[in-house]
């Protein structure tokens, strides 16, 4: 069982950053992710990071501009977004699976535990 709670989501201008941190309370080794979803939208993957942390994966969207990390001391997960853009807009979600394998995935229905969501938003 792993149960998530982001925060630091908030209203930020285009160009801007802002970090949003996923709190995991388990006693499994677990691989993260963050997916995000638009009014209207799918939900939609942003980025894995394995359960040593040794191995990401972002979105093409994303990548170069967004970083997921990870603190398994304080079972923390981060996702660090730069040059913020107005179709960044969305809530984000913390995923997660328990794992003993370096792995990840980018697929919605592979994660079993799931956070509440936390909203960015992206303005001119």
């Known amino acids: 069982q792993v149960q998530l709670v982001e925060s630091g989501g908030g209203l930020v201008q285009a160009g801007g950053s802002l970090r949003l941190s996923c709190s995991a309370r388990?006693?499994?080794?677990?691989?993260m992710a963050w997916f995000r979803q638009a009014p209207g939208k799918e939900r939609e993957f942003v980025a894995a990071?394995?359960?040593?942390?040794?191995?990401?994966s972002y979105a093409d969207s994303v990548k170069g501009r967004f970083t997921i990390s990870r603190d398994n001391v304080k079972s923390t997960g981060y996702l660090e977004m730069s040059r913020l853009k107005l179709e960044d807009t969305a809530v984000y979600y913390c995923?997660?699976?328990?794992?003993?394998?370096?792995?990840?995935?980018?697929?919605?229905?592979?994660?079993?535990?799931w956070g509440q969501g936390t909203q960015v938003t992206v303005s001119s």
């Open positions: 995923a997660a699976t328990s794992t003993t394998i370096e792995t990840y995935s980018s697929t919605y229905g592979w994660y079993n535990y």
């Open positions: 990071i394995s359960w040593s942390g040794r191995t990401t």
């Open positions: 388990t006693s499994s080794t677990y691989t």
